[in-house]
């Protein structure tokens, strides 16, 4: 702290020169909770001079604060684990050997309410990939410990980087939670989809597959894409053909079997898959 206001005054102690901002005015003692306990740091001053060197504090204590960050933070987690805040001033005291309030605990939550909002309401960059899913957690509601669904999104960017990018609390997994939540996102909800007419000849085959067949990884982690999945199709539709199988849900099980072989692996998605046949 002596070295920050040497700085700020723009001169060593002692010395005379004209960029000097002020004088040194002494020390003044603060006392500071920690999680070692109570401890009393003597604060450097600054006398002005000419309306110059005033503003001066220490980078390495807070202004208007008597407890130490790491102290804030422990209390904060510990109230997010679903302690009370009574519960927390409690043990506070046994371990570091002074008391926090109650008031403290919570103002303590509050600055991890205010950092949450700041996070939540950060610009999104675009994310050709979001996956969402939910877990349950035990929550306090109202005064009460219940399970709630935390709403998760991740995204991929253009980077191929992986991150967060936002986590709402709900009742639970109901649609109408899932779309307040992407609504929060900044996320459109409404598409638009081209009407088309397909005209099927006698034996044309048309297959219809959910993005968990086309993009299906190997193990040298290649996609399976629209062009693979044509080729396990004619290759099932080969395998029919020569053992004489006619219903579509036979030919839809020859294909999940060569599907399933080029995966070679637990399957991480759904896997949705229509056949058409014109007689």
């Given at each position: 702290m002596q070295i920050e206001r040497q700085k700020h005054l723009g001169a060593a102690p002692h010395e005379r020169t004209e960029e000097r901002n002020g004088h040194a005015n002494g020390y003044q003692d603060k006392t500071l909770s920690t999680r070692l306990g109570q401890i009393t740091v003597a604060v450097p001053q600054v006398r002005e001079v000419n309306g110059q060197g005033a503003g001066f504090y220490p980078e390495s204590l807070e202004r208007s604060t008597r407890s130490e960050r790491a102290l804030k933070l422990a209390l904060a987690e510990m109230?997010?684990?679903?302690?009370?805040t009574r519960k927390v001033a409690a043990i506070t005291e046994q371990l570091c050997g002074f008391a926090?309030?109650?008031?403290?605990?919570?103002?303590?939550?509050?600055?991890?309410d205010e950092t949450l909002a700041a996070w939540r309401s950060r610009p999104l960059c675009a994310c050709p990939y979001v996956y969402l899913d939910a877990r349950y957690e035990r929550v306090r509601q109202s005064g009460l410990v219940q399970k709630a669904a935390v709403l998760?999104?991740?995204g991929v960017d253009e980077a191929e980087k992986r991150s967060v990018l936002g986590v709402s609390l709900a009742l639970s997994e109901h649609e109408v939670h899932w779309r307040e939540f992407l609504q929060s996102l900044g996320v459109g909800l409404t598409v638009d989809y081209k009407e088309a007419t397909v005209v099927l000849a006698q034996s044309d085959v048309l297959l219809l597959v959910t993005d968990g067949v086309t993009e299906a990884r190997n193990e040298q982690g290649e996609f399976l894409d629209s062009n693979g999945t044509w080729l396990l199709l004619r290759n099932a539709l080969l395998t029919a053909s020569s053992q004489k199988i006619s219903a579509s849900e036979n030919v839809l099980a020859l294909l999940d079997v060569a599907?399933?072989?080029?995966?070679?692996s637990n399957r991480c998605d759904d896997v949705a898959m229509l056949l058409l046949r014109r007689n």
């Open positions: 109230y997010v684990q679903g302690v009370s926090v309030s109650s008031t403290q605990v919570s103002q303590a939550a509050q600055a991890l998760i999104a991740v599907l399933t072989n080029y995966i070679s």
